[in-house]
């Protein structure tokens, strides 16, 4: 059974709470659909979209780090599994430093087309505010049980703890989330996301994220909002100088 929170299950039904939340009438945000599949083949897609994979063939899959700029300043961290993304709130970002152990809260499963997505989600819109990807890449999930049998990175979450080498632009090497509190315990589940202590292990920790670049189009917060608000504007005198042009 699926800890409550974290995995929302296969097909359409795990984008539920995302189409739910928001106007796509609104925002910019891509409405996708669940790749359905095995893990294996969604994993071999991964491998042949990213171009390269850690670990064979079968067992690499994309994630993605995006910074959002919305009540509350945080990172989102995604990782593709089930046709879907996998996806945490991380308020301070992942680290490349193992001393430092970053507090995570699971949100709705997010559709893949998610990993290229920047820009303003519109004001009053659910997460209202800007978001870049600060890091794109593939990952290797390292999950196994006790007994050595690996273990399906949906499964993993579900029992709560998952294994993973990244192989980002900006991020490398393995990581693990960990559950430290079940909703049933107070409400809401609360997780650790760690580095661990390998050959690419670091102490840089993470940037400042109004400071930080895109990994895809080297723009900070700031540049995206501000291009956004210069389209609206342009948008909004192209149809007021059109309107007055009828009259």
Known sequence: MAAKGTAEGTGEGSLTRYHRRRDFSRTAEPRGKPRHGTEGDQRGEAVERAGEGPGDGNRAASFVVQIHDASTLHFDFRLEADGVLKSFAVPKGPSDNPREKRFATPTEDHPLEY?????TIAAGGYGAG???????????????????????????????????????????????LTRIR??????????????????????????????????????????????????????????????????
């Open 182 to 247: 079940t909703a049933a315990q107070e409400g809401r589940e609360a997780w650790l996301l760690v580095k661990e202590a390998d050959g690419r292990a670091g102490a840089a920790g993470t940037p400042d994220p109004r400071r930080a670049r895109s990994a895809r189009t080297g723009r900070t917060l700031g540049q995206v909002a501000a291009e956004e608000t210069a389209k609206g504007d342009a948008g909004g005198n192209a149809r007021g100088n059109a309107e007055g042009g009828r009259r």
């Open 130 to 176: 800007t978001v870049i990807v600060w890091d794109e890449g593939t990952y290797l999930n390292t999950t196994t049980d006790r007994h050595g049998k690996d273990v399906p990175l949906a499964e993993a979450l579900d029992r709560g703890h998952a294994s993973f080498r990244l192989n980002g632009r900006k991020l490398h090497g393995g990581y693990a």
């Open 115 to 119: 990993r290229t997505f920047e820009g």
